[in-house]
């Protein structure tokens, strides 16, 4: 009798241990909202992380980060938000859209870009020069970086002298395309001169200048989870791993 016990609890619990193993290999998805300034090194974070993590797909929407936190307040899919600023996630962690505070991943370095050499050489300076007659800028009103670049231009009182050369863009990876195809120059993030179109672009004092950080406020960069699922923790947790920290830093990024 308590061996025929035993072969009717097998048989009971050897469906569900395969069931179990088969759940275990299916693939979960992840949809992760990205600032348009990370955008470059999100893909080689995501490459990273599924090495580890073959079974998670991720899909990543990018934006600027005013549009992206509009969404996610409209009840957009989203399970992670990376930010180009703590502003943003600081909003939806306050409305209780976000699980945890905003912890900060990256500190973004905003720069002045020109496809052409040394029309930039004298950092904002540069922009008053008649050869200089269009400048990519993202708009302040939804972009970080872009709220940052008219910091600058403010605090260095040439705003008013330059003000018919700007041409706004939506985000950084509009500006970005602006500065390489229609305008002189461009305000961009540093971690785009990494893009792989922007590789014969890499000539510090050639073709851009870092803007000094006193004359900005600090572009802190937060993420914030915004559901419980297992699969999102994972990569919030990689997200301030040493091997993702590093990458990010290669990325144009301080820490």
């Keep these: 009798m308590m061996k025929k016990s035993i072969q009717i609890a097998l048989l009971i619990i050897a469906p569900l241990m395969l069931l179990r193993a088969d759940s275990s290999n299916e ?7 990205v600032a348009a300034n990370f955008s470059y090194s999100i893909k080689e974070l995501v490459s990273e992380f599924n090495k580890e993590n073959p079974n998670i797909e ?4 990018t934006g600027s980060s005013g549009q992206l936190t509009a969404q996610i307040m409209n009840g957009a899919p989203y399970d992670l938000f990376l930010s180009a600023d703590k502003t943003c996630p600081d909003m939806l962690f306050e409305k209780k859209l976000a699980l945890e505070k905003p912890a900060v991943y990256a500190k973004g370095i905003l720069i002045l870009f020109s496809r052409h050499p040394h029309y ?3 950092g904002l300076k540069s922009l008053e020069d008649a050869r200089v007659t269009t400048i990519a800028i993202p708009n302040a009103k939804l972009a970080p970086y872009g709220y940052a670049a008219c910091q600058a231009l403010s605090n260095q ?10 041409v706004y863009a939506q985000n950084i990876a ?8 229609v305008t002189d120059a461009g305000f961009i993030s540093k971690s785009a001169i990494y893009a792989p179109q922007l590789e014969k672009y890499r000539e510090e004092k050639l073709f851009w200048m870092a803007i000094d950080p006193s004359l900005y406020t600090p572009l802190e960069q937060a993420a914030v989870l915004l559901n419980n699922r297992r699969c999102s923790k994972t990569f919030y947790q990689f997200l301030f791993s040493p091997v993702a920290k590093e990458l990010i830093k290669n990325g144009g990024y301080e820490l």
Excluded: C, H, M, R
């Excluded at 693939?27 to 909202?33: D, S």
């Excluded at 009182?157 to 700007?166: E, F, R």
């Design 157 to 166: 009182n040439i705003v008013a002298g330059i003000s018919n050369k700007l």
């Design 27 to 33: 693939t979960e998805k992840i949809n992760i909202a």
């Design 174 to 181: 509009q500006a970005v395309q602006y500065a390489l195809t």
């Design 120 to 122: 930039v050489t004298k």
């Design 58 to 61: 991720v899909n990543i929407i």
